[in-house]
């Protein structure tokens, strides 16, 4: 690049002698510099300081505009076909983070391998047979790892990937989001990047809030309800759907962009508190008769294992959405093992974050086995599943976590009779 070649070049030539032209940030010459632009009123600004400006934009994420994507939402979204990680390789990177739940890690697994090589086929353009897509809906308890299981695929992926709420969909018309808003999270999440948007996996939480209050005709609309599922349906299935890129409401003045779902998978997740009795039923139909079912083998302390799709229906999910739903799969609930390998096993696990914070302090933290024990313990009779734990762990934490920074602690064992003050301690604060 030559230097000078830009029009503070020219202009410098009228100025005043013995007037020397710098940069208006960093004070070096025109001498000192490649390129040196000029602004309005005498502003300058050389090259390296526009450099310096761009990667502190970049290294901010702040360097998306409508339209494009930066550098890091490209290397997310860039879809590269000879790269697919087979289902063994998804699952054990689920295995660093999600205790146990093998059925539904393995039905994840499966499914994002197929997504990916659906695209495969679609990017070939060769007449092959048509692969259909199989939206996923996962059912299991509060706290046994849906929403984990969303998020560290998350990580792992390719293509552009959002969680969103069921909870907050209305029909439209009424106060709440419009079911086309969870395309534009998903249009966000690729940095406003259509094609690969249109590539991209969703997962809907809280899909079993959606269900429909009641089979009983009412004067009341049910917004919330039946309205929404009968919403999502094409959106499921494959359709183009006019999506506001800001998301929000829809009104005559806005732009839309045009998206086709046809390729987009969708896995759902939901509690389906009380299922468990209509699997019940559903299993004692037959209880009489030449036709009686075996209910000696029935595993009733994990009834969710038996689930079908009618279960799905009879719970309040329309038939026509749990058609287009075609994969179930369950999560286990969480036994004391699997609890206790939560606290200490995963790469991420709640005993783990502890030791890293007080690190950081330079205190060296430490957990009896007897402490681990009482925090299990305590999880299961509250029956909150893995949540359970972090609630019961910031009990017993939270006094240390005030006093140690500012003492002279340079080692602390939690014990179990410590814990269990720490514990009953806020309960009985709680309680008053």
């Keep these: 690049m030559a230097k000078n070649s830009n029009k503070g070049g020219q202009s410098g030539q ?20 490649e390129v040196l632009f000029q602004g309005a009123n005498g502003a300058n600004i050389c090259n ?29 979204t860039d879809f590269n076909p000879d790269t697919i990680l087979k289902p063994q390789q998804i699952k054990e990177f689920l295995d660093n983070y999600v ?5 539904a890690k393995r039905s994840i697994a499966v499914a994002v391998y197929n997504h990916y090589k659906r695209l495969k086929c679609a990017s070939k353009g060769s007449e092959q047979v048509e692969i259909d897509k199989s939206n996923i809906i996962l059912v299991g308890p509060t706290g046994t ?20 709420d069921a909870t907050v969909l209305t029909q439209a018309g009424y106060v709440g989001e419009d079911v086309e808003s969870i395309l534009s999270r998903l249009y966000q999440a690729s940095g406003y990047n259509l094609e690969a948007t249109e590539r991209g996996i969703v997962f809907i939480d809280e899909i079993d809030k959606i269900a ?18 009968q919403a999502m349906l094409k959106i499921l299935e494959g359709t183009i759907v006019n999506v506001p890129p800001e998301g929000g409401r829809k009104h005559p003045e806005q732009k839309f962009v045009q998206v086709d779902t046809k390729n987009i998978l969708f896995i759902c997740g939901g509690a389906f508190d009380g299922i468990e009795k209509r699997i019940a039923q559903r299993l004692n139909t037959r209880a009489i008769g030449y036709g009686r079912v075996n209910t000696e083998s029935i595993d009733r302390e994990n009834l969710l294992k038996y689930v079908q799709p009618q279960d799905i229906k009879s719970f309040g999910l329309i038939p026509e959405l749990v058609g287009r739903l075609p994969v179930i799969t369950h999560l286990e609930p969480l036994s004391r093992q699997v609890l206790r390998n939560i606290l200490t096993e995963p790469k991420n696990a709640i005993i783990r974050q502890y030791h890293q914070l007080f690190a950081m302090d330079g205190i060296e933290l430490t ?17 909150l599943g893995a949540r359970g734990l972090r609630s019961i762990c910031e009990a017993v934490m939270k006094d240390l976590m005030f006093e140690a920074p500012s003492s002279d602690i340079k080692t602390f064992t939690v014990t179990k009779q410590y814990a269990k003050q720490k514990f009953e301690e806020c309960a009985s604060t709680l309680t008053k």
């Design 14 to 33: 009228g100025k005043a002698a013995g007037h020397k032209e710098c940069c208006s940030f960093c004070g070096r010459g025109r001498n000192e510099v």
């Design 48 to 76: 390296e300081c526009i450099e310096l400006g761009y990667t502190s934009l970049e290294n901010n994420n702040l360097t998306t505009r409508k339209g494009g994507k930066s550098s890091k939402e490209s290397s997310k």
């Design 99 to 103: 205790v146990g739940q093998d059925n």
């Design 145 to 164: 790892g849906k929403t984990l299981i969303a998020r560290t695929i998350a990580r792992l992926l390719g293509v552009p990937f959002t969680i969103v």
């Design 212 to 229: 429909r209050k009641g089979d009983n005709p009412s004067i009341t609309r049910d917004v919330s309800g039946e309205g929404v599922q």
């Design 367 to 383: 957990f009896d086995n007897e402490a681990l024990e009482y925090i299990v313990d305590k999880a299961i009779e509250f029956k």
